[in-house]
């Protein structure tokens, strides 16, 4: 985009000279204004949501069970036991996560049920005798999933409610006269549960951008988070149906525009008293119609209107919105020239509509366990009805020691199934 450059407006405030802005046009825009900064009040008790933001159950679940393996393939991790005439044996696991089911948990509203199974070995030691034998075992977590305010908004989080284990393959080692199975069970639940931190799942809302309310729900699906916005007006119309993604976000397209029109207004005037006003939106899979008024409030007051046309696209996995082309439509008596296209870019109306589809997103977690980023991107964005649909991947990268052993211990993608 160009800078502003309006030598037709400049002209046109010389030749008018010192006229006070009209009352009927200051009146307008003071409503306009007093719309779109119109405080929406309370979340009612019952509410449809003005936006959903979906976080797979294979997502959600990607960090707690790095959390299970890491515990559980921790090298650190023997068992010592006790045994007969004061001797006393070290027990040592060596497994690998082989297979994961992840769904939402029937115990409870906001749950997610994560059933895996880990195979391998088990080492052990008594003074210099030392043998391997065989291990398989069977885990069963369900992490409860809440949300809570923070300085910026709210966050969700994921913490784990109840976790059992069940050996299947059951270690026989004769030579320790032992039992083994009780003890080795209450240990490995005692790694699981141990110090289980709470495991970030998304990040709603921002400091600039209070949200009215929040609500968890689960799909089989689906960890899906409902959103109510300060947008003063909405439809109040179904939101699309979920995609397959690892996360997505819809959003009203007239809840975006309430979002957007306010962020302008708060914006307040641009150069040479402009004061920029999105007054509609639309979108048809990739491409955007936005309708746009300029307001000039020195000198003698107008209005101007424009439509523009663009695009959007996905850029290096975040959301852009290009215009392309420009018309303009009416205007008020003795509207002067303007350039719509740099009152957009000082304006920052396609970012403010691109920072609004920030109100709910899945949080980027950087070293959330053992030095671990969680890379989230959009893949796809485009109209779908009356809602704005993104969706996107994630990737967990590890640092080069973990990435290695990960490697090494490598495991299928884990999978949703069904919940209990």
């Not at 409870?108 to 391998?120: K, N, Y």
């Not at 030579?175 to 709603?204: G, M, N, S, T, Y």
């Not at 704005?388 to 290695?404: D, M, N, S, V």
Request: with cysteine; hydrophobic share 45%; net charge negative.
């Amino acid at each position: 985009m160009r800078t502003p450059s309006i030598p037709t407006l400049a002209l046109a405030t010389l030749m008018l000279g010192p006229v006070s802005c009209g009352a009927r046009i200051r009146a307008a825009f003071d409503l306009a204004r007093e719309q779109a900064l119109a405080d929406p009040g309370a979340a009612p008790a019952e509410w449809e949501p003005d936006a959903r933001l979906g976080i797979s159950w294979d997502l959600v679940t990607t960090l707690a069970v790095r959390e299970l393996t890491t515990r559980l393939e921790d090298p650190s991790a023997k068992l010592r036991i006790d045994l007969p005439l004061g001797a006393r044996a070290v027990i040592e696991p060596d497994v690998q996560l082989r297979d994961t089911r992840v769904s939402p948990a029937k115990t409870c509203g906001a749950c997610a049920r994560i059933a895996s199974r880990f195979e391998g070995s088990l080492d052990w030691s008594v003074g210099a005798l030392e043998g391997e034998v065989p291990l398989g075992f069977e885990l069963d977590a369900v992490l409860a999933l809440a949300s809570h305010p923070t300085a910026s908004g709210h966050a969700v989080e994921a913490s784990l409610r109840t976790v059992s284990v069940k050996l299947v393959d059951l270690p026989q080692v004769d030579r320790l006269r032992v039992d083994l199975d009780d003890p080795l069970v209450a240990w490995l639940q005692e790694q699981v549960e141990k110090d289980f931190p709470a495991i970030p799942i998304a990040e709603v809302g921002s400091e600039d951008l209070a949200l009215r309310a929040i609500r968890l729900g689960t799909t089989p699906d689906f960890l899906q988070i409902d959103v109510l916005t300060p947008s003063p007006v909405r439809t109040g119309l179904p939101l699309p149906a979920a995609p397959e993604a690892d996360w997505y976000l819809a959003m009203d397209q007239q809840v975006l525009l309430g979002l957007t029109r306010k962020a302008a207004f708060e914006k307040g005037e641009l150069d040479y008293g402009l004061y920029a006003d999105p007054m509609a939106f639309t979108l048809q899979e990739s491409s955007f119609t936005l309708g746009l008024r300029l307001w000039r409030l020195a000198g003698a007051c107008w209005w101007r209107d424009y439509e523009v046309a663009g695009e959007l696209a996905v850029d290096d996995g975040h959301l852009r919105l290009t215009p392309s082309s420009v018309q303009q439509r009416d205007h008020s008596r003795g509207a002067a020239l303007a350039d719509p296209l740099a009152a957009l870019a000082r304006g920052a109306i396609l970012g403010a509509i691109e920072e609004a589809l920030d109100v709910a997103r899945p949080a980027e977690v950087r070293e959330p366990i053992g030095g671990a980023t969680l890379v989230l991107a959009v893949e796809e964005a485009g109209g779908q009805g009356t809602a704005l649909l993104l969706k996107g991947g994630a990737e967990l990268r590890e640092k080069a020691g973990q990435r290695e052993r990960q490697e090494k211990n490598s495991r299928p993608g884990a999978r949703s199934g069904d919940g209990r």
